[in-house]
């Protein structure tokens, strides 16, 4: 993908796009085509690590045993250990509730199978249980701020029911370089994931959260 093509789009969707009092984010969109999504060898479901932040706090949840307490509570927004489950035991508003406001849940590797009984009926439909493609599922001994760190750069791309992805990949005010950056990065991870790589690419667009999208050239 061609960089400055990115540039020109970029521009593009800055003058057509009505200034708002708040930093819109900056979504990528993939239209895909020449693959069956019905199989599940063809979807995409992936998680990209970017190389810049994504324009966005992602808010992390840990659920960890007492070896992880202390670290995960210096890097995570909230953490809940094994004494906590009584309050979500059976609570599905609460459980409904947590999993709304969390982007990503780490998760003890041995407190597991406790985890997927109490949280996995919610958490499962919502695809919000910790997940390992992610590196959301650790040992004992796991460095907490560094995962966190990581996170707050990842970005889940997912074409399992429609032959589209889009995720976020920075805001309006981000340094275009990073931006760029990031669009490249994720592009790169879903063609390399596809069947015929750029061959199942339709179109590549991108959008603020409140305006019309912009296509990216592709040659």
Do not use: W
Request: hydrophobic share 40%.
């Amino acid at each position: 993908m061609n960089k400055e093509n990115i540039k020109e789009a970029l521009k593009k969707l800055k003058e057509s796009s009505k200034k708002r009092n708040f930093n819109q984010s900056i979504d990528l969109i993939i239209n895909l085509r020449g693959i069956n999504i019905k199989k599940n060898e063809e979807q995409v479901d992936l998680f990209v690590t970017l190389h810049y932040p994504k324009g966005k706090i992602t808010k992390i949840c840990g659920i960890v045993g007492p070896e992880l307490k202390d670290n995960a509570k210096e890097a995570c927004d909230l953490v809940i250990t094994a004494a906590d489950f009584g309050k979500y035991e059976g609570n599905k508003k609460e459980l409904k509730k947590l999993a709304n406001n969390y982007d990503f849940f780490v998760a003890q590797a041995n407190v597991m199978p406790k985890i997927a009984q109490i949280f996995g009926k919610v958490f499962g439909p919502k695809q919000k249980m910790p997940n390992p493609k992610a590196g959301c599922v650790v040992p004992p001994n796991a460095n907490m701020a560094a995962l966190v760190e990581k996170l707050q750069k990842t970005v889940r791309v997912k074409a399992k029911t429609q032959l589209g992805i889009q995720c976020i990949i920075g805001n309006e005010a981000q340094n275009e370089d990073e931006v760029i950056d990031n669009i490249i990065t994720t592009y790169n991870a879903i063609i390399h994931h596809l069947p015929h790589e750029e061959s199942n690419i339709r179109e590549v667009l991108i959008k603020l959260c409140m305006s019309k999208p912009i296509a990216i050239k592709l040659k």
